[in-house]
């Protein structure tokens, strides 16, 4: 029943900034986690950081740490993800999802996604 679109991605230079929004239609009751995924061309859908929908933990893959950071509007059921320092390898269209079941890097336990975003970074 739950829907959910991104926006945000686009062309940008190595160094540059994004910030992704993920927009929620539908309720929100067993909601638990809601992560942001990325898949490369060629390559395997991989975790890139999520957050617990109700407390607030954050959670990310090695390779983005402190540089991206995951935030959410619990009122206006809004998923954010600013991406500071982008680097090529960074390259992928970027996925949110919804969990019931965890709010961590399980990717088979996230059940909703959106369409995705196209996110480029030249070098």
């Known amino acids: 029943q739950v829907q959910l679109e991104e926006s945000g991605g686009g062309l940008v230079q190595a160094g540059d900034s994004l910030r992704l929004s993920c927009v929620t239609v539908?309720?929100?009751?067993?909601?638990?986690?809601m992560g942001w995924f990325r898949q490369a061309p060629g390559k395997e859908r991989e975790y890139v950081a999520s957050i617990g929908w109700i407390g607030g933990t954050t959670y990310y893959r090695d390779s983005v740490k402190w540089r991206f950071t995951i935030s959410r509007d619990y009122d206006t059921k809004t998923l954010y993800l600013q991406m500071n320092s982008l680097k090529p390898e960074d390259t992928g269209v970027y996925y949110c999802a919804e969990s019931r079941l965890t709010y961590k890097d399980e990717i088979d336990e996230y059940d909703a996604w959106g369409p995705g975003t196209q996110v480029t970074v030249s070098s």
């Open positions: 539908g309720r929100t009751f067993s909601r638990l986690g």
